[in-house]
């Protein structure tokens, strides 16, 4: 029940073109989704995040979906770039002290130019 | 900016070694983290901290330790240093009440030998 699902676990898209990593959860306790991203040599870093109460947001050519009732939420990265090309990791928790972020496996994206 | 630094990038060590990981955080965040990152199993977190001389097991505890003696400084002990414990370890702190907002040192490449 705390596993998130995370696929596909690497993606090669085309420059302009669009990537998409979905993830699924069960633990329905869970209320924040945050994604992260993570360069060679980084830490991972925070990208963007959604309750579920909210079924999208976008930032930049960065955009979740959130379907509560499929427990599934996904990375939408539109017009794809080559300085894209990461790991991306999502995440849920249960958003009050003393809890942890249950990460996904983490996808490597490459955007070919 | 928020910086967690950690002790060292790269680290050698013998089988049997006991081996201190220290990551610093300079925001006053009260929850702090252990994760080791391997190819293919994404984010495992070992420990976490949300006070001064608390700490709260993770997934893969097994082989660790943790400290905090102080609300700036999360040190991972390894009692016995094994083959199986070379990985990628990445330290990470976050403020209350925001848990999955959570900021990543650069990581230790940890080779135990």
């Known amino acids: 029940q705390q596993q998130v699902k995370q696929s596909p676990q690497s993606l090669i898209v085309q420059k302009g073109g669009i990537s998409i990593i979905n993830c699924a959860y069960e633990?329905?306790?869970?209320?924040?989704f945050p994604w992260y991203q993570q360069f060679p040599g980084k830490g991972p870093a925070l990208l963007i995040a959604?309750?579920?109460?909210?079924s999208e947001k976008k930032e930049g050519r960065f955009t979740i979906s959130f379907n509560k009732s499929a427990k599934q939420f996904s990375l939408h990265i539109m017009d794809s770039q080559p300085g894209d090309s990461a790991t991306y990791f999502c995440?849920?928790?249960?958003?009050?002290?003393?809890?942890?972020?249950?990460f996904g496996k983490g996808t490597t994206l490459s955007v070919s130019s | 900016d928020v910086k967690v630094t950690q002790s060292s990038r790269y680290l050698v060590k013998r089988t049997g070694e006991k081996v201190f990981l220290e990551c610093v955080q300079d925001?006053?965040?009260?929850?702090m983290f252990w994760y080791r990152q391997d190819p293919g199993l994404g984010l495992r977190l070992i420990y976490f901290?949300?006070?001064?001389?608390?700490?709260e097991k993770g997934d893969i505890p097994e082989g660790y330790s943790v400290s905090r003696e102080k609300k700036e400084r999360f040190s991972l002990i390894l009692e016995s240093a094994s083959t199986n414990q070379t990985s990628m370890y990445l330290c990470?702190?976050?403020?209350?009440?925001?848990?999955?907002?959570?900021?990543f040192g650069p990581g230790t490449r940890l080779t135990v030998t």
């Open positions: 990470a702190s976050s403020p209350p009440p925001v848990p999955y907002e959570q900021y």
């Open positions: 633990n329905t306790a869970f209320d924040y």
């Open positions: 959604i309750r579920p109460d909210v």
């Open positions: 995440a849920a928790t249960i958003n009050q002290a003393g809890t942890a972020l249950i």
């Open positions: 925001m006053d965040h009260e929850n």
């Open positions: 901290s949300y006070d001064v001389k608390m700490k």
